[in-house]
Nanobody, 115 residues
Framework: QVQLVQSGGGLVQPGGSLRLSCEAS????????MYWYRQTPAKEQRELVA????????RYAEFVKGRFTIARDNAKNIVTLQMNSLEPEDTATYYC????????WGQGTQVTVSP
């Protein structure tokens, strides 16, 4: 059983920055692909924000390209999401995900972008 513990998030003004972290409780962290998703009350499904493979390849949703950066520290079992130039439309609950034989989710972190 893998546990993912998220930190970061909060309230920020438009144009501001936030950094989310997600720590995994597995010694095999470096072998797994990691993702960040987000969900708003208006949408039933979580949408993919960014992903990073075990060998460091990254991909981003179009709506965050150039603004968000995903990174991983395999020595610390952490994946981060640096969010810059935040917009009100980025307001959501953000979840990290680890894909192994099963799929594991973090507890969620609220990000609110508002004047």
């Amino acid at each position: 059983q893998v546990q993912l513990v998220q930190s970061g998030g909060g309230l920020v003004q438009p144009g501001g920055s936030l950094r989310l972290s997600c720590e995994a409780s597995t010694r095999n962290f470096r072998f797994y692909n990691m993702y960040w998703y987000r969900q708003t009350p208006a949408k039933e499904q979580r949408e993919l924000v960014a992903g990073i493979t075990s060998d460091g390849n990254t991909r981003y949703a179009e709506f965050v390209k150039g603004r968000f950066t995903i990174a991983r520290d395999n020595a610390k079992n952490i994946v981060t999401l640096q969010m810059n130039s935040l917009e009100p439309e980025d307001t959501a609950t953000y979840y990290c995900q680890l894909v192994a034989r099963s799929v594991y989710w973090g507890q969620g972190t609220q990000v609110t972008v508002s004047p």
